[in-house]
């Protein structure tokens, strides 16, 4: 089975993962596409909490008694904005009515009902950039371990044209806290210009798993286990919207030691 899930180019479905698809337990995503004045309700399992982002466009969010107005707004997931998110516990009915054209992403994993539906906004996700030089980008925190939730850890990033992303390679795929967790991930790619690509290698240590992929606009790469860099090639810059999830909510990762060399600072005589 592949690791890499191609998009569908129309229609309302962009692409989707679940637990059965991706023969692992805990991660789900959906990417889907709304126009002006649609409205859908989007259920989750009594088993499953979820997040849900507004990637670009405009929409009202109702879920229960809690109606959110005016959600949105990013013309493109490359604007220099966080998006807007709601998080939803198990057995709730999302209605999602759009304004304009909307992509919008449930992230979902396994959850008991501890937390209620709220409102995540933009202004509360911490933005930062990681690496140097050609391995900078700019993460924006959506639903980060610090936030309330059960299992889910959402993020997205931007990765200038020509640098590499999530690098040095690192995994996490081993119960060893606190140096390593066990998480599983999905990798929702945007590229720009649209008809680019990005390069995405998933690997172990034994390369039991090692697959090369380039990757498409709206495409979405799952990680089980393993180190999994991207790299944006030359004139096209490169999102992703990852999501993670595992029995214990912690992201701790391991680099490859092979790569890590690079980390190390630049002695100067």
């Given at each position: ?9 129309e ?23 709304l ?9 989750l ?21 809690s ?34 054209d909307?992509?919008?992403?449930l ?8 937390f ?27 639903l ?52 680019g ?22 495409d979405v790469?799952?990680?089980?286990r ?13 999102y992703?919207l ?10 701790h990762f ?14 100067r005589?």
């Amino acid at each position: 089975m592949s690791l890499l899930v191609k998009a569908l180019r129309e229609g309302e479905s962009i692409v989707t993962v679940t637990p059965e698809s991706a023969h692992w337990k805990h991660v789900g995503f959906v990417a889907r596409r709304l126009v002006a004045g649609q409205s859908v309700d989007i259920a989750l399992p009594a088993d499953r909490e979820g997040c849900l982002v507004v990637l670009t466009g405009t929409v009202d969010i109702a879920v229960g008694d809690s109606t959110w107005r005016n959600l949105g707004g990013r013309g493109s997931v490359f604007d220099d904005r966080s998006p807007t998110a709601v998080y939803a516990p198990p057995s709730s009915v999302c209605r999602v009515t759009a304004y304009d054209d909307v992509e919008l992403a449930l992230a979902s994993a396994p959850a008991t009902g501890r937390f209620p539906a709220r409102l995540i906004e933009p202004q509360t996700m911490k933005r930062s950039a990681r690496g140097t030089g050609s391995n900078t980008r700019y993460v924006c925190d959506i639903l980060p371990e610090t936030e309330d939730a059960e299992s889910l850890l959402v993020v997205e990033v931007v990765t200038p044209a020509g640098h590499s992303s999530s690098y040095p390679p690192h995994k996490h795929d081993t119960d060893a806290l606190p140096e390593e967790s066990v998480l599983e991930e999905t990798y929702y790619h945007r590229i720009d210009p649209p008809q680019g690509f990005a390069f995405q290698r998933v690997y172990t240590d034994e390369r039991d798993i090692d697959e090369s992929m380039a990757v498409g606009d709206h495409d979405v790469v799952m990680v089980p286990r393993g180190y999994h860099p991207v790299v944006m090639p030359h004139g096209y810059r490169g999102y992703y919207l990852n999501v993670m999830a595992g029995p214990r909510r912690e992201w701790h990762f391991r680099n490859d030691p092979a790569h890590e060399w690079m980390l190390a600072p630049v002695s100067r005589s």
